[in-house]
């Protein structure tokens, strides 16, 4: 196996499918979004960083690629700091930290839900 058909073997076919015969200029801002992220998910970081994903995305699209963003935190065990306006995506989060007038506002961390 190739190291370009192992890494592509890691992503679900989202990741790379619809791109991979295009340039960047060629695709759509959620196709683009998706490469991102698939990019950014790839070498399996520990940490991934999301600033405003979806701040350039229709509804829908925005939507969808964080659905993909939360999936892959959670498949892969990735931390994720994500930097948001978006109060409901916020809420998603397991621990949200406030930045008001440069001065951050440290929430507590939510309890486990318990099933």
Request: some cysteine; charged content about 25%; hydrophobic content about 40%.
């Amino acid at each position: 196996m190739t190291p370009t058909s192992a890494r592509r073997a890691s992503l679900p076919p989202w990741a790379w499918a619809s791109a991979r015969h295009h340039y960047p200029a060629q695709l759509s801002g959620g196709e683009q979004q998706r490469v991102a992220l698939a990019r950014a998910l790839a070498p399996n970081p520990a940490i991934l960083i999301a600033d405003e994903p979806t701040g350039n995305l229709d509804e829908t699209t925005g939507a969808e690629i964080i659905e993909l963003l939360f999936a892959g935190h959670e498949q892969r065990g990735t931390t994720l700091v994500l930097v948001t306006h978006d109060a409901a995506l916020a809420a998603r989060c397991d621990r949200v930290v406030r930045l008001r007038s440069g001065r951050i506002e440290d929430a507590p961390r939510r309890e486990a839900v318990k099933a």
